[in-house]
Nanobody, 116 residues
Framework: QVQLVESGGGLVQAGGSLRLSCAAS????????MYWYRRAPGKQREWVAA???????SYSDSVKGRFTISRDNAKDTMDLQMSSLKPEDTAVYYC??????????WGQGTQVTVSS
């Protein structure tokens, strides 16, 4: 089992920055990929970014160039640095991880609100 806990959400003005963190615990060695997703009010969950165990990253087009995902395997943490935030980035952001056996784990989510 893997437990994921997000932190760092909050309220920020458009154009501002925010850094989210995800702390993993439990069977850490079973984790392969780690991800950030978000769900905006009234919308479906959307994939935001991903990072593999060896550090390869990928981003959705909506955040590419503005968000940066990183991972510290020594500290069992994953971060999402968000810059040039827009009101449409307002959502609950979720940390997720997938094990080598393709079992998915989810955090409880953290609210990000971007005011115009």
């Amino acid at each position: 089992q893997v437990q994921l806990v997000e932190s760092g959400g909050g309220l920020v003005q458009a154009g501002g920055s925010l850094r989210l963190s995800c702390a993993a615990s439990g069977n850490i060695l079973s984790i392969n990929g780690m991800y950030w997703y978000r769900r905006a009010p009234g919308k479906q969950r959307e994939w935001v970014a991903a990072i593999t165990s060896d550090g390869a990253t990928s981003y959705s087009d909506s955040v590419k160039g503005r968000f940066t995902i990183s991972r510290d395997n020594a500290k069992d943490t994953m971060d999402l640095q968000m810059s040039s935030l827009k009101p449409e980035d307002t959502a609950v952001y979720y940390c997720a991880a997938q094990s080598w056996e393709q079992v998915d784990y989810w955090g409880q989510g953290t609210q990000v609100t971007v005011s115009s």
